[in-house]
């Protein structure tokens, strides 16, 4: 479950504050797939990097699964995201010293999972990569590269899933791999799935669509009897 | 969903260990060379340390073979009858006690075969049997040396002077008037110590056939020493009563254990001081490791973002890469040790000259000090660098334009410099044995390391106008220099920091070279005769110049004297005691009396000779005034001769030493002071060129005035030019591993900043750059910043040679021009092509491989 109360990001641009996210009210329930669209500079990044902890709002604050994570310390947070959140990025983000199996056992070495390998290879399998274990990031394509990122960020089995423009960095076939693969996760799983796109038929199929400009929403789909945004 | 891991739990400290691996099997190509900079620091401290620590206790072991005795009393004069009985009443009240007689003198000898045309200075000594209390003497083919082999004019030579005057076992020399027997050859003499310089081959004889010749004349330089052997017990209460009992003269009695502090102390003085080259070295391999460790942690910014955002803590990813440059430093530590073993196998055995054979192995010691001390200085120096992990934010990965950490004053930061700076200060005092030293070495490095800051900013500002050109790669080598994030200082300040000490080694090696060095001109004199009496004057100047015609001989009338006394306002020493205090002012001098200047010297204060007949009147060198506080007007007393001689102070001179045509004297009397009293000439002479001429003098002069020693300055310089060599080989060896690792740490830095430079000459190249434009750009920026490294490396080698030379060698100063404008243009040079060729692949990469890979 996430919800913010009336959060806002303001930053500096030279001297002046921007505001980049307008005072939000939000509430996603538990298992949930929601897609936030806009165009660039809308904000929906800057809000799902908040929901993640990765940055702290101006104002208001931000609860997940019942802990209010804006008075959180830095290393709170990691462990937060540790064991509830899995972040999947527009460019992948692996590491580039480590192979692709390695890449999938950090989180749950950090977490200290016992049977890790085994776990790690289970989810190697669960993306159809095992055949590129040992495989460098370099050495991977943009798509299995993204495999391998949705395959670390469900490590941990993350109540939660984040994923920043999941396609943007790939073609229209290994997109619509890596979407079939965030469903696929939202509906065996129950896990919950926040997805930031511009690709508007990927929106569609989520169950809410929030869409975002100038820092503000501006339309909100919902599911039958379920508010998810509003301006606070 | 997993439950969140506890903090230091075995899970999490796996998990860093693990990482910690990962990262180093990914990074450690990249890294090593700056290890290995650690690592030659190591092995240079390691492998000093151990030499001199084995010295050192094989030395110990053989204190008393180095003394062959338990007590050496010993005085430059023949024993007065006062002084035996001194000597003889303490020594009664010993229990047990055993005594030897030992007189050692420099003469000449000569082969009594009449067609070997050929003399040598040699250093004789006469002992008693019984000799030596300790220790074995070694004689060559395995005899056992036995006391009757001197008795009957026996004499025990070294193997040299076999070859040296073409004799053999049991073929008779003359030494004095006297004809000996060869014996046998000594290969190692117990008692005879080690020292710089050696007057000649040594001889042994018979103390009674010594006494019995006429080599012991008035003036002769010889030394009278009592042996003796007591119960240990004894030994310091007796040292302790004769000392006190010869207080206000000049005899010297001291123990095996004096020897033994003193072997001690001054190895040990030079093992710390030689280690700190180590450290020195070691610290350029630290600043490597901060440069790399800063840009290195700039390179993984991402990594530790993503690993952050997968839920590591700050201290698991500080931990990663402390453990990093630990194993990393410790390897290069251990590389280090390994160099060093290998370098003490390759240690001639008899390197400490006249101390035999010693094995050199690597001393625990040693190998953990200099472990350590890899490990340190790595770890320290990469920690400010590390501390920046914990400014990293995770929301890079989302917004690459955010700025990494704020701006803030970070006390952690400022607490980590100071305790650093703190800890390689005490590193420092430590190798040194001595705070001073340490606070020096590193107050050194620290202002050359700010001076190096500044004039990087300094740089940045002066050559911006430049980025104004139209020129294009000016333009970006100076956009280049200024541009956040550039390694300018980090590769100013190791270049410049590793110029500083290369081209000051040199500098100082040039100075010191050009203080010992030896003139050799046409006219100057290659042959000194000493101890020439009175009555024989006339006779050895008639024989030289009539040997080498054109030659003249300068006959110089000396005395031997010692300062009993200073009598005036600002210093009043009274007696032997107050002017021992005063260090070297108490020691024997040779002094003159003349009428008038020689050619290398001249008054600066005060004036000639005055007609005062009321006192006596003495010149003194320039440096007894600085040294002393003495000066004009003021009354010197002497003891010479037996008499006491009070002189006033009239004229401070100052003597060119390095011209030794003249000679040079401390303490120049009046001529009535000493005209009349009994006294020894030296002469200086300028010898025939050919050898066998030469060979032929020297044998004639024996011949007639026995007494007379002539030292000849050909083998003297060839003897001192060894040394020289020797000095020179290790300034040199030290060099150039400073050298090396300098370059190591260049190529490293130019290396790790490779990845900034690849990303820009892509983009450069899309829009239409060429690799010759990029390359010279390159040039111009890395020849900027070497000449700038050299420039200010030059200006702190020119101030600590100046320093050095002036404070601590007490030599004269000379600026060193080649060297310092060499080493500029060579860093200079060195810096453009190391960064063009470390750049190579920048210049020949296609840009899409590079710009699809950011």
């Known amino acids: 479950m996430i919800e913010l109360r009336g959060v806002s990001k303001t930053v500096t641009s030279g001297d002046r504050p921007l505001t980049i996210l307008h005072p939000l009210d939000l509430f996603i329930p538990s298992g949930q797939c929601v897609s936030i669209v806009g165009p660039s500079g809308s904000g929906k990044s800057t809000l799902l990097g908040l929901i993640a902890g990765l940055d702290a709002p101006t104002t208001g604050e931000i609860w997940i699964d019942g802990v209010e994570i804006t008075t959180l310390s830095e290393d709170a947070l990691a462990s937060l995201r540790g064991s509830n959140i899995g972040f999947v990025f527009q460019f992948f983000h692996l590491i580039p010293s480590l192979s692709a199996f390695e890449n999938i056992l950090v989180p749950l070495e950090i977490a200290g999972v016992t049977g890790a390998r085994e776990k790690a290879e289970g989810l190697l399998q669960e993306v159809g990569l095992e055949e590129r274990a040992t495989h460098y990031p370099s050495q991977l394509s943009g798509g299995e590269q993204q495999r391998i990122a949705i395959a670390r960020a469900l490590a941990n089995d993350p109540p939660i899933l984040l994923a920043d423009e999941p396609t943007g960095n790939l073609d229209s076939a290994n997109g619509h791999h890596v979407v079939e693969l965030l469903l696929e996760v939202n509906r065996r799983r129950g896990t919950t799935v926040v997805l930031v796109t511009h690709d508007t038929e990927l929106a569609e199929i989520t169950e809410v669509t929030l869409s975002m400009r100038d820092g503000r929403t501006e339309r909100r789909q919902a599911a039958p009897g379920e508010p998810v945004a509003r301006e606070a | 969903m997993t439950a969140p891991v506890r903090p230091f739990s075995s899970a999490s400290i796996s998990f860093v260990l693990k990482m910690t691996l990962r990262e180093i099997r990914a990074s450690w190509k990249r890294l090593v060379v700056f290890f290995v900079c650690v690592a030659i620091g190591v092995g240079a401290i390691v492998g000093v340390r151990s030499i001199i620590q084995s010295a050192r206790s094989a030395l110990l072991r053989e204190a008393r073979t180095l003394l ?338 704020s701006r803030e004053i970070d006390w952690v930061r400022i607490a980590a410099i100071g305790s650093i700076t703190a800890a390689l200060v005490v590193v420092a005092s430590w190798q040194a044995d001595s705070w001073r030293v340490g606070a020096y070495v590193s107050g050194g490095f620290a202002g050359v390391a700010v001076v190096l800051h500044l004039a990087a900013s300094a740089l940045v500002r002066v050559v911006a106008p430049l980025a104004r050109t139209t020129w294009f790669p000016l333009r970006h080598a100076v956009i280049s220099l200024g541009r956040p994030g550039n390694q300018t200082r980090t590769i100013l300040l190791a270049v410049g920091l590793g110029s500083f000490f290369l081209i000051g080694v040199r500098a100082l090696q040039v100075n010191l070279l050009q203080e010992f060095a030896l003139d050799i001109r046409e006219d100057a004199p290659d042959m000194f005769l000493i101890d020439i009496q009175q009555d024989q004057a006339s006779g050895v100047r008639e024989l030289l110049e009539s040997r080498s015609p054109g030659a003249r001989a300068a006959l110089l009338p000396v005395l031997r004297g010692r300062v009993t006394g200073v009598e005036e306002e600002s210093v009043d020493l009274d007696g032997a005691e107050d002017v021992r205090g005063r260090g070297s002012l108490g020691r024997e001098y040779v002094v003159t009396y003349r009428e008038g200047l020689e050619e290398n010297e001249r008054i600066i204060d005060g004036g000639p000779w005055t007609d005062d007949p009321s006192m006596t009147q003495v010149s003194i060198e320039q440096s007894i005034r600085e040294r002393f506080d003495i000066d004009l007007g003021d009354v010197i007393r002497f003891a010479v001769l037996g008499r006491t001689i009070r002189a006033r102070v009239v004229s401070v001179r100052e003597v060119q030493w390095s011209d030794t045509r003249r000679g040079g004297f401390m303490f120049v009397f009046r001529p009535d002071a000493f005209e009349d009293a009994p006294h020894s000439f030296i002469a200086m002479f300028r010898g025939p060129e050919a050898m066998a001429e030469r060979g032929r003098l020297q044998r004639d002069l024996v011949a007639r005035y026995s007494n007379v020693s002539i030292i000849d300055v050909r083998d003297v310089m060839s003897a001192a030019k060894e040394i020289l060599d020797a000095v020179t080989l290790a300034i040199s060896v030290v060099g150039a591993i400073t050298v090396f690792t300098g370059m190591l740490i260049l190529i490293g830095s130019v290396a790790m900043t490779k990845f900034q430079r690849l990303y820009e000459a892509a983009i450069f190249k899309t829009l239409g750059a060429t690799s010759r434009m990029i390359a010279t750009m390159t040039l111009l920026e890395y020849g900027g910043l070497g000449t700038l490294a050299g420039i200010v490396g030059s200006a702190g080698a020119v101030l600590l040679t100046w320093v050095l030379s002036r404070y601590l060698l007490e030599i004269e100063w000379h600026p060193a021009f080649a060297q310092n404008i060499g080493g500029i243009v060579l860093t200079a040079g060195v810096v453009a092509v190391v960064g063009v060729l470390s750049s190579v692949d920048v210049f020949r990469r296609r840009p899409l491989a590079t710009l699809r890979a950011e």
């Not at chain 2, 020594?91 to 000449?108: G, H």
């Open chain 2, 68 to 405: 062959a005795a338990d007590v050496l009393v010993q005085s430059r004069q023949p024993w007065t009858e006062e002084q035996l009985a001194t000597l003889q009443a303490r020594f009664d009240q010993m229990p047990r006690l055993d005594r030897i007689e030992s007189i050692e003198t420099a003469t000449m000898i000569r082969p009594a075969d009449s067609t070997k045309e050929v003399a040598k200075l040699v250093e004789l000594r006469g002992v008693q049997p019984g000799f030596p209390f300790y220790g074995t003497l070694e004689l060559a083919g395995g005899a056992t040396f036995e006391s009757s082999m001197l008795a009957g004019y026996g004499a025990l030579v070294r193997p040299e002077l076999l070859a040296q005057l073409d004799v053999e076992v049991g073929e008779e020399v003359i030494i004095g008037d006297d004809v000996y027997e060869i014996r046998g050859v000594v290969l190692v003499e117990p008692g005879h110590q080690l020292s710089a310089f050696s007057l000649g081959s040594r001889v042994l004889v018979d103390h009674a056939a010594l006494v019995g010749s006429d080599l012991l004349t008035f003036g002769s330089r010889a030394r009278y020493q009592t042996l003796l052997r007591l119960e240990e017990e004894q030994i310091e209460p007796l040292v302790e009563r004769l000392q006190a009992d010869f207080e206000n003269s000049f005899v010297r009695v001291w123990s095996y254990h004096r020897t033994e502090n003193r072997v001690s102390r001054n190895l040990g003085r030079a093992e710390n001081y030689l280690s700190l080259i180590g450290f020195v070295i070691v610290i350029l391999g630290g600043i490597g490791v901060w440069s790399v460790t800063r840009v290195f942690i700039q390179q993984k910014l991402k990594t530790i973002a993503i690993l952050k955002c997968l839920g590591a803590r700050t201290w698991q990813l500080l931990a990663v890469y402390i453990l990093q440059v630990f194993v990393l430093g410790f390897g290069g530590s251990l590389l280090g040790v390994a160099m060093a073993t290998l370098a003490l196998q390759a240690v001639p055995v008899d390197v400490v000259a006249g101390y035999g054979e010693i094995s050199f192995g690597l001393t625990r010691s040693a190998a953990v000090q200099g472990a350590g001390i890899g490990v340190l200085v790595s770890l320290l120096f990469a920690l400010v660098p590390l501390l920046d992990v914990r400014h990293v934010r995770p929301l890079l990965l989302l917004r690459a334009t955010d700025a990494p950490w």
